[in-house]
């Protein structure tokens, strides 16, 4: 079955950076479209950015600038490079599979999540 384990998450201030991790098995990982998404407390969670396997990144406008999404297909490994986090981006944060190559179904398979605190 699919098995998504982020890593990585951790508390940093304002301006640092933080590099999530998520280790995927159970599934062929080079022939799906992969992404991040977080919920912070009280709110929907939301999607951050994905990349289908040999592309590259798409982005919330959020996020656009400061995060870089990249994927390893020979290591089963999707990656978040967090820059200059700012508090608004405190949230758990998902991995994700989506159900096809080219993310264009609204259905994903979800991780556990890892937390990200961000003080100011």
């Known amino acids: 079955q699919v098995q998504l384990v982020e890593s990585g998450g951790g508390s940093v201030q304002a301006g640092g950076s933080l590099r999530l991790s998520c280790a995927a098995s159970?599934?062929?990982?080079?022939?799906?479209?992969m992404g991040w998404f977080r919920q912070a407390p009280g709110k929907e969670r939301t999607w951050v950015a994905h990349?289908?396997?040999?592309?590259?990144?798409i982005y919330a406008d959020s996020v656009k600038g400061r995060f870089t999404i990249s994927r390893d297909n020979a290591k089963n490994a999707l990656h978040l490079q967090m820059n200059s986090l700012k508090p608004e981006d405190t949230a758990m944060y998902y991995c994700?599979?989506?159900?096809?190559?080219?993310?264009?179904?609204?259905?994903?398979?979800w991780g556990q999540g890892t937390q990200v605190t961000v003080s100011s």
């Open positions: 994700a599979r989506a159900r096809d190559r080219y993310c264009t179904s609204s259905t994903w398979d």
């Open positions: 990349i289908i396997p040999y592309g590259a990144g």
């Open positions: 159970g599934f062929t990982f080079s022939a799906y479209c």
